[in-house]
């Protein structure tokens, strides 16, 4: 069994503003990501990855964009799922943001 208590791990800094806390088992991946850079002007440039992705936007508010579908204004609660190898990204609106990223299979790249 795998546990994550908060208070005793500390946040990854991934870059300025930009900072996570993972969770795995063999096959399942769920990352706690901060931004505290917003809100930004523009988007991050999109990306893709072979992993399926499900995100919960547990606090703040972001702009998701998925190719080919239209933009998604989305808040706290909210929620969206990408399919393996889409491009995707996201531009915050708020000044703090807090994704909840699941994946799977495991994102070995965050991994170190």
């Not at 208590?5 to 991934?14: A, C, H, W």
């Not at 609106?93 to 965050?110: A, G, M, Q």
């Amino acid at each position: 069994m795998a546990v994550l208590k908060f208070d005793e791990v500390p946040y990854e800094k991934v870059k300025e503003g930009l900072q996570r806390k993972i969770i795995h088992t063999d096959n399942l991946m769920c990352v706690l990501i901060d931004f505290s850079n917003g809100p930004w002007e523009e988007p991050e440039p999109p990306h893709s990855h072979p992993h399926e992705q499900a995100s919960y936007v547990a606090a703040g508010e972001i702009i998701f964009y998925c190719e080919d579908e239209p933009e998604q204004h989305l808040k706290a609660g909210d929620m969206y799922a990408v399919p393996p190898n889409k491009k995707h990204t996201v531009k915050l609106l708020t000044k703090n943001v807090r994704l909840i990223d699941s994946f799977t299979p495991l994102r070995e790249d965050f991994l170190g």
